[in-house]
């Protein structure tokens, strides 16, 4: 089936530094890729997304790129903070019995240190 | 605004019980969800319903059965609980199923089976 990789599991940096967390995708035919963030017991929460007619879009410190060639796309945190520091998911769109559903990610833990 | 609302939120079920997830979400959205989250495992699909009266199969389906009860609600029924399904359990909506849609989760229900 379809399966979205996400690297890497863990990601540790310090307060201000930037952080880059990658995926790569399996089907050719994805075309929304959106990030969500999930703090410790708390629900996912959608922080940013991209279209695949679009390669880059930023939202103050959030970035995410796209590369449709090579079938992979990646969230950029500039100038990390402690409140960063959660698991990300990214996710792609899959077509499939008739409907378009979302393939996520395993997941990322970033850890921020002040 | 209560968004997506799953009960409940803590269960102990021992081997071979049944239990029910409800969930209700005041959007008015016509696609619901049901996922799963394992440690390392990202976000696995078990159902979802595309609109009231249809609910089709997802990543993981298997010891799972669902019920759209109307447009607001979609619970989620185990009927024999295995320590395999020990997990958190989300449900979530969006206005509906397609790659250009939202999805909005709930709190999360943490089910341990013993």
């Known amino acids: 089936g379809e399966n979205v990789e996400q690297h890497p599991s863990t990601l540790s940096v310090q307060e201000g530094d930037s952080a880059v967390i990658k995926c790569t995708y399996s089907?050719?035919?994805?075309?929304?890729f959106p990030w969500y963030k999930q703090e410790l017991g708390k629900r996912p929460q959608l922080i940013i997304d991209?279209?695949?007619?679009?390669g880059e879009k930023k939202d103050q410190r959030i970035a995410v790129t796209l590369n449709k060639t090579a079938k992979h796309f990646s969230l950029h945190i500039t100038e990390t903070q402690p409140e960063d520091s959660a698991v990300y998911f990214c996710a792609a769109s899959s077509f499939s019995g008739g409907y378009n559903k979302l393939i996520f990610g395993a997941g990322t833990r970033l850890a921020v240190h002040p | 605004n209560a968004g997506v609302t799953q009960t409940p939120k803590f269960q102990v079920l021992k081997t071979g019980q049944s239990m029910t997830l409800q969930c209700a979400q005041d959007?008015?959205?016509?696609?619901m969800y049901w996922y799963r989250q394992d440690p390392g495992m990202g976000l696995r699909l078990i159902y979802y319903?595309?609109?009231?009266?249809?609910?089709d199969k997802g990543e993981v389906p298997n010891g799972y059965n669902v019920s759209r009860l109307n447009k607001r609600e979609f619970s989620l029924r185990l009927e024999s609980a295995a320590p395999s399904q020990t997990s958190v359990y989300f449900c979530?909506?969006?206005?509906?199923?397609?790659?250009?849609?939202?999805?909005?989760f709930g709190e999360g229900s943490w089910l341990t089976v013993v």
């Open positions: 959007m008015n959205h016509n696609s």
């Open positions: 979530a909506s969006s206005e509906a199923v397609g790659s250009r849609n939202t999805i909005y």
């Open positions: 319903s595309a609109s009231e009266g249809t609910t």
């Open positions: 991209i279209r695949s007619n679009v």
């Open positions: 089907d050719s035919a994805s075309n929304y």
